[in-house]
């Protein structure tokens, strides 16, 4: 029997096979980022759109917010019949993340789309790493009446001059709660108007045998709903890029959060899901989004009521997320003026109605709010109207957050280790600050 | 004396050696040494993932990570699941293989379940566990309650979320030990057994100093394969807890993944990867030292 030719292989033979491996290897691995060029945002182009003719076909990913899939479609099939350009849909991921992971993986790749996803934590990547179009001239050409958007949901995508993506499946945190246990309680039939009125209440709550509060968890939830409490003490994670979690009123709404968890015990995190724990009744009230309004109204088996996220000693404040719809800067005038058109004609006040009336996202256009669609949707669901009404008192969210890699994550962990571990507000601040501070130096501070 | 001129290897050979090898090692350059020598590459990058510009940073990645008060969490929290999850699974799998070498009714059955967890999907056997984890609605906590025992709080605790995870991946991953260390053990000779037995050894004698020597070259490359498995193990952490709560279950390899996808931070994520990499090397280049002198085949 022959040895393998292995074993007769001496150090220069061996050598040689190591060079050929090693060099075959070096060659393919040609590729990646260019480095030492400047990077940052797209500019806009100037492209004479008057003279571009929309592509015949586009791809659109999406993870479809409030499982609108068949609505997405629906409203596919309108446009084609309309303008004959086809949209190819692509479920790109189960939520915004794996969305936003592909599209930034697929940078350089033949498979960018033509119109993306792009929720409140992550367009802002997407421009500092010019992966999208600043929409203005594209806006202005298709004659998209963008006065006419939601100020605050549209402003959402604002910087530098620019707007990098307009209005889609947008929420707010809303405040929900259980009638039955609020008959039961003796209380009236609204939401507390503000965190003090709450602490009244939540004695009475706790004593029908219920916890009074389910507070959700996890990252893009946790630091989202804690802006209730953090602005209406008259705090904010950042002030533009300068952290202000170690001012007075930051640490106060800290200070407040592990009250009612840990003193008077009229609020629990929840193990998995704070909407799921109050569907079933082991909570009397909790925040969710607007998005889970429509399922938590059919999955329920007593009366949802909801009403404003309650006040702070400062006033009103809440703050607005979900999803918008951004434009690749990287695809031929051809293919972003069909995706622009494409846009346009999603967002138009006819189809934001008709998708925030079938998901229980906020209709993005003022124009929608009061049309015949919408005051359908209030009729058959009251609760609704309180989402839409409470759109008014929403404010564009602290860059910290939303626009920092990690930001929200380095903000969950503080509140995840002050509302379950009991942490020192000080110290658990002082740390996502250092982090977040960081990360801006690091990966944003470069691209601006 | 003059030395022999070693023969050269014929041409044909050669041939031979690259129309077998040549797909193999394309393969291998394409999937394994690309991506290895692009990661090296990235790590020492400023590279956010979307974009398509980077600046070469040196080894701050590097330094980065070790300086970074998150490291010791994460590398604990990668050596705690290491230990128990491949020790664990050793000591568990050989125990189960014990079992089922015995000549018993329904070992055939008791074989296809212990085996059945190891070929279902990470992902399957995570959202599964999730439903007997929960602490208001699942199973485990239903029976902890009838024995007049609250249920730990596996969702929100670090301390609890990481055991959870631990007993979820031995559960799916014990079935592969114990086919492997089964095969083992129908393999040593029964005459050494009996030769054993007739001169008085006792059954954990026997054990002791037959069958666990013999075993050695198993035990050697479980322990390899198994170390290297949970090293990389992420789909049972991404659908149970994505490294939560409060980065209590964050491995290096859930790390890597985090860094680089959900942070997007390519190059300090491919530092983390060279630097386990560097570590699995290592680990493997003991193991391999160790078998040399210890384990008899």
Not at chain 1, 231 to 258: F, I, N
Request: proline share 5%; aromatic share 12%.
């Amino acid at each position: 029997m022959n040895a393998s030719p292995f074993a007769n292989l001496n150090r220069r033979q061996l050598l040689q096979l190591a060079a050929l491996v090693g060099g075959s290897a070096a060659l393919a691995a040609c590729g990646g980022p260019a480095v030492g060029e400047a990077g940052g945002a797209a500019t806009d182009k100037a492209t004479d759109w008057t003279t571009v003719t929309p592509a015949k076909e586009i791809t659109w990913w999406s993870n479809h917010p409030g499982t609108s899939k068949d609505l997405e479609t629906e409203l596919i099939k309108r446009f084609t019949a309309e303008t004959g350009i086809k949209v190819n849909l692509v479920t790109a991921g189960a939520n915004y993340d794996e969305v936003a992971q592909k599209f930034q993986a697929s940078t350089g790749s033949s498979n960018v789309p033509d119109l993306v996803i792009a929720s409140d934590v992550w367009w802002f990547r997407y421009m500092i790493n010019g992966q999208i179009l600043p929409l203005e001239a594209l806006a202005a050409h298709l004659e998209m009446d963008t006065a006419d958007f939601n100020t605050t949901l549209y402003n959402d995508y604002e910087f530098g001059d620019s707007h990098w993506a307009v209005p889609y499946a947008r929420s707010t945190p809303l405040f929900y709660y259980n009638k039955s246990v609020w008959k039961k309680a003796g209380l009236p039939d609204r939401a507390p108007k503000t965190w003090a009125e709450f602490d009244e209440w939540a004695p009475k709550i706790a004593a029908t045998s219920i916890t009074p509060l389910g507070l959700g968890k996890g990252t893009s939830w946790s630091a989202w709903w804690f802006c209730n409490m953090l602005w209406g003490a008259g705090g904010a994670y950042s002030k533009d890029w300068t952290l202000t979690l170690d001012t007075p009123e930051a640490l106060e709404a800290a200070k407040y959060l592990q009250k009612i968890v840990y003193e008077d015990k009229s609020a629990a995190v929840t193990a998995k899901d704070q909407v799921a724990d109050f569907g079933a009744g082991l909570t009397g009230c909790t925040i969710a989004s607007t998005g889970s309004l429509t399922g938590l109204l059919d999955a329920a088996k007593f009366d949802v009521g909801t009403g404003f996220l309650p006040e702070g000693a400062k006033g009103v404040a809440c703050p607005t997320g979900g999803t918008g719809l951004a434009i690749p800067a990287s695809k031929s005038p051809e293919q972003q003026l069909a995706a622009g058109m494409f846009l346009k004609f999603l967002t138009n006040a006819e189809n934001t109605a008709y998708f925030s009336s079938n998901t229980g996202y906020m209709p993005v256009r003022t124009s929608a709010v009061e049309g015949e669609a919408m005051k359908a949707v209030y009729a058959e669901k009251p609760q609704f109207r309180t989402a839409v009404d409470q759109l008014a008192t929403t404010r564009v969210q602290d860059w910290g957050r939303v626009f920092v890699p990690n930001g929200d994550k380095d903000l969950t962990t503080a509140i995840e280790k002050i509302m379950l571990q009991q942490a020192d507000p000080t110290e658990a601040f002082a740390t996502a600050a250092a982090s977040i501070t960081k990360s801006y130096e690091e990966n944003v501070l470069p691209y601006l | 004396m003059v030395p022999q001129r070693k023969r050269r290897t014929p041409w044909k050979s050669w041939l031979l050696f690259l129309a077998f090898a040549g797909p193999n090692v394309a393969l291998l350059i394409i999937f394994t040494y690309k991506p290895l020598i692009q990661s090296l590459q990235y790590s020492l990058l400023q590279w956010n993932i979307g974009s398509a510009t980077a600046r070469f940073i040196g080894l701050d990645n590097y330094t980065n990570w070790f300086s970074d008060p998150a490291t010791a969490n994460v590398v604990r929290v990668t050596v705690i699941f290491t230990v128990f999850t491949v020790g664990g699974g050793m000591v568990l799998g050989l125990s189960l293989a014990l079992l089922l070498n015995r000549k018993l009714r329904g070992t055939g059955l008791a074989r296809t379940v212990v085996v059945a967890p190891y070929v279902l999907s990470g992902v399957a056997v995570g959202l599964l566990w999730l439903f007997v984890f929960d602490p208001n609605f699942g199973i485990l906590g239903a029976v902890l309650k009838a024995v007049g025992l609250s249920s730990p709080d596996w969702y929100n605790d670090p301390q609890w979320a990481l055991p959870m995870l631990i007993v979820v991946y031995l559960w799916k991953n014990v079935g592969y030990v114990a086919l492997i260390y089964l095969a083992a053990l129908q393999a040593v000779p029964r005459d050494l057994i009996e030769a054993a037995t007739l001169d008085g050894a006792g059954a954990w004698a026997c054990f002791r100093n037959v069958v666990l020597p013999l075993l050695g070259p198993t035990t050697f490359f479980l322990s390899v394969t198994t170390l290297l498995s949970s090293l990389q193990s992420f789909d049972i952490i991404q659908a149970m807890t994505q490294g939560g709560p409060l980065e209590g279950t964050t491995t290096m390899m859930y790390q890597i993944y985090q860094e680089g996808f959900a942070t997007g931070r390519a190059g300090y994520s491919s530092a983390i990867a060279t630097v386990l990499f560097v570590v699995l090397l290592i680990i493997t280049a003991v193991q391999m030292l160790v078998v040399q002198k210890k384990v008899h085949y």
